[in-house]
């Protein structure tokens, strides 16, 4: 009765009544309660030594202290406890540590201690009196959830005052939450996996989970049971060898510590900023770090010991190691597999060779600024180092099929000996020929479509057209295949080279040198 407003009441009325001077028989019968309850209170009215201007005065919360019995002095064996649970509350975190296998190390240092219930009843009391920020719910080393501020910073132009919003990345570990803060230009998937990469690097170590908030940047679509991961994302994860496991749609306590690093970057990180100007991301970073250092040491609420304390002391150990090298972004393109076992990264307009047996598939190319890979049906068919190189080719030759490796392992030894078979003038002009340009390539195509004539036209023909072309100064394909179409390799020494005669009016060839 004496726990609500009522019994606060009656109590009044039973000191003004006793002050009146009645007795403790009608008091009892006219307010409805036991002789016993007003002994109670009288008692503790009389020992207390008042008067009814002194009770007139006092509030209610003052009123009932009054009554309230003395706390008994605590028991030796709780002396020493709540640094006991503080221990136990770190210690939870660690992998295969219970609260079971902790007091049987406690009962064997304090032999006349709690019983395991009653230990584990006092602990949970404990939490819910404490109030503690820390969850006990995660496990060292397990989870690190990510997620962007809703509320954005800015960078000023110094030249031209514009004002540009930027996104704010935070990265919590779940037992410690040891939190990473970082700005950046955008919520794209390159940004993402920059600023937590960079978070990975803060930590000096990888968890075994990431944890995003379904981030379009790194869910695709997102599924209750299987969520679809975005590529550039799932890549970066299994570059560090983590786990990707988005919070579920409309489940806050999947996404709990986050939210909560939000707020709290807000008022200890945003707060201090809100006053100044930033003319460049380094400088915003540096002035953000700057207070990140100081939120991640400062204590927890109710508690003797910070996040920074905690990760050091317990999580960092728990920590998978980075790997030796960062990770690069990599992209992804589609394409056909050409009839000469190539295939275009469109973006260098650049050719890369695939193996000849995938010509006409679908192939993805995925690349980096330095690599390209390409795989058919998630099968890694090709590696390349990248060339940049406008409608240039990159080739493996052991890609290509036996006719295409000849032709590009061909030389000026196989054309003159071709050349030698059908006849001497015939060797000489491919001769000629060979030594027309620097450009090889294009030596070896006009070779080869002269010798390709003598299937049309028969060894002998080509080789008396070959012998009238070698009396012009730069013989070549071209000039064989008309001698060949006109038939003027027949007219032999008969028909002439028809020479202009010397006038004024004539410049003659010398005049375009």
């Given at each position: ?63 009932m202290k009054l009554f309230e019995a003395p706390n008994p002095p605590p028991s030796h064996r709780y002396i020493g406890l709540d640094d ?169 306590q999947d996404k709990a510590l986050v939210e909560i690093a939000v707020k709290l970057v807000y008022q200890r990180i945003y707060t201090e ?37 905690v990760f050091h002391e317990v999580e960092k150990m728990h920590l998978n190691p980075l790997p030796e090298e960062k990770y690069e972004i ?184």
């Amino acid at each position: 009765m004496a726990n609500n407003r009522i019994g606060i009441m009656i109590i009044r009325q039973v000191i003004r009544l006793y002050t009146q001077g009645k007795k403790k028989y009608y008091i009892s019968r006219n307010l409805g309660i036991s002789r016993n309850t007003v002994d109670k209170y009288l008692a503790g009215f009389i020992t207390h030594e008042l008067d009814w201007d002194d009770i007139s005065k006092m509030s209610d919360k003052q009123l009932m202290k009054l009554f309230e019995a003395p706390n008994p002095p605590p028991s030796h064996r709780y002396i020493g406890l709540d640094d006991e649970f503080k221990s136990l509350e770190k210690l939870l975190g660690k992998p295969g540590q219970t609260r079971h296998t902790y007091w049987l190390d406690y009962i064997k240092r304090k032999p006349d201690g709690y019983s395991r219930s009653q230990f584990g009843d006092l602990f949970r009391q404990w939490q819910k009196k404490s109030k503690p920020t820390l969850s006990i719910d995660h496990k060292a080393g397990d989870k690190l959830y990510i997620d962007y501020a809703g509320k954005r910073l800015h960078i000023v132009d110094l030249h031209t005052g514009e004002i540009t919003p930027v996104e704010v990345f935070l990265a919590t570990l779940g037992f410690s939450q040891m939190t990473y803060v970082e700005a950046s230009p955008s919520q794209k998937k390159e940004e993402l996996v920059k600023s937590l990469g960079n978070a990975l690097l803060y930590f000096e170590g990888v968890p075994q989970v990431v944890v995003p908030d379904n981030l379009k940047s790194a869910v695709k679509r997102a599924r209750r049971h299987e969520p679809e991961i975005n590529e550039t994302f799932q890549d970066f994860a299994l570059h560090y060898r983590m786990y990707v496991l988005p919070a579920r749609v409309r489940k806050p306590q999947d996404k709990a510590l986050v939210e909560i690093a939000v707020k709290l970057v807000y008022q200890r990180i945003y707060t201090e900023l809100r006053n100044k100007v930033f003319y460049s991301l380094p400088e915003l970073n540096a002035a953000i770090w700057e207070l990140l250092d100081r939120y991640n040491k400062m204590n927890f609420s109710r508690r003797e010991y910070s996040r920074y304390q905690v990760f050091h002391e317990v999580e960092k150990m728990h920590l998978n190691p980075l790997p030796e090298e960062k990770y690069e972004i990599r992209k992804y393109h589609l394409g056909t597999v050409h009839k000469n076992c190539h295939v275009l990264l469109s973006v260098d307009q650049h050719y890369y060779s695939v193996p000849h047996n995938f010509i006409g598939k679908r192939v993805k190319i995925k690349y980096t600024a330095e690599e390209v890979w390409i795989y058919h049906q998630y099968e890694q068919i090709a590696y390349h180092r990248r060339d940049k190189t406008r409608y240039g080719k990159t080739t493996n030759t052991e890609h290509l099929t036996k006719a295409h490796q000849a032709y590009l392992l061909r030389g000026p030894e196989e054309y003159l000996e071709r050349a030698k078979e059908i006849g001497e003038n015939t060797h000489q002009l491919i001769e000629k020929v060979l030594a027309r340009t620097l450009y090889l390539e294009q030596n070896f195509q006009s070779c080869q479509g002269i010798l390709q004539l003598s299937r049309k036209v028969g060894p002998q023909r080509l080789e008396m057209a070959c012998k009238r072309a070698l009396a012009y100064d730069k013989p070549s394909y071209t000039t064989i295949q008309t001698i060949l179409e006109k038939g003027l390799e027949k007219a032999g020494e008969e028909t002439k080279i028809i020479k202009l005669p010397g006038h004024d009016n004539i410049r003659g060839n010398t005049y375009y040198k």
